[in-house]
């Protein structure tokens, strides 16, 4: 079964600190790899994804990700916080041969102090 | 191009009652998801639409069904309504389904709260 875990449910960063969000998945399968931001009171906005491409990808607001298959980890990374980057944010995995189904992980707010 | 559409974006219902949301894609989208957010569970897959079929369905009980038109909108149903349904419905939509390049843009959500 595929999953994914996310380390800390909050995190606490300084405005102008680095940003770093952990999500660690399982999949028996290459992954397809989400990440998710959702400000209070709405949806969803995909962040980056990762599709077997380039394990490097880099998405919108300045954040990107690592795909790092020893370590089994998509870790989201921002140099520099700012304080509209509070908000709480989703690692996600589609299901292998379920069409567009993913699985979430718990989520992490990021608060920025500052 | 709009963007994913939910309406109503909050309800209150009590319990034993049904209800019924609704969702609109991305125009040119055909396949939509239905997810469930709780401070408890966190995001949890209800189903999925493609093309009027339901391709995918979660571990909901059956209270919880859908149904998808030929204009790709989709409706969630919950029936016999409990406390514990109050949550946060997001409904999502992608092109087709199930690639692997597919993107899921998301509504805005409705707030179903249960008395």
């Known amino acids: 079964a595929q999953s994914v875990t996310q380390l800390g449910s909050h995190v606490s960063v300084s405005e102008g600190a680095l940003v770093l969000l952990r999500c660690n998945y399982s999949?028996?399968?290459?992954?397809?790899l989400f990440w998710y931001v959702q400000y209070p009171n709405q949806g969803l906005q995909l962040l980056l994804k990762y599709t077997s491409a380039a394990t490097l990808v880099k998405g919108i607001n300045g954040f990107e990700a690592e795909f790092k298959k020893s370590e089994t980890s998509f870790h989201l990374t921002k140099p520099s916080a700012h304080m509209s980057d509070a908000a709480e944010y989703f690692c996600a995995v589609r299901v292998y041969n379920q069409g567009g189904k993913l699985i979430f992980g718990q989520g992490t707010e990021l608060s920025v102090k500052p | 191009k709009a963007g994913v559409t939910q309406t109503p974006r909050y309800l209150i219902k009590t319990r034993g009652q049904q209800v019924t949301l609704s969702c609109s894609p991305i125009?040119?989208?055909?396949?939509v998801s239905w997810y469930q957010q709780t401070p408890g569970q966190g995001l949890q897959f209800l189903f999925e639409?493609?093309?009027?079929?339901?391709?995918n369905k979660g571990n909901f009980p059956g209270r919880f069904s859908g149904r998808q038109f030929s204009n790709s909108r989709s409706e969630m149903n919950v029936s016999t309504l409990e406390l514990g349904d109050s949550a946060l419905y997001l409904c999502?939509?992608?092109?087709?389904?199930?690639?692997?390049?597919?993107?899921?843009?998301f509504g805005p959500g409705t707030r179903l709260t249960v008395l």
């Open positions: 999502a939509s992608s092109p087709i389904s199930g690639s692997s390049t597919d993107t899921q843009y």
């Open positions: 125009s040119g989208h055909r396949s």
């Open positions: 999949s028996s399968v290459p992954p397809y």
């Open positions: 639409y493609f093309s009027e079929t339901q391709r």
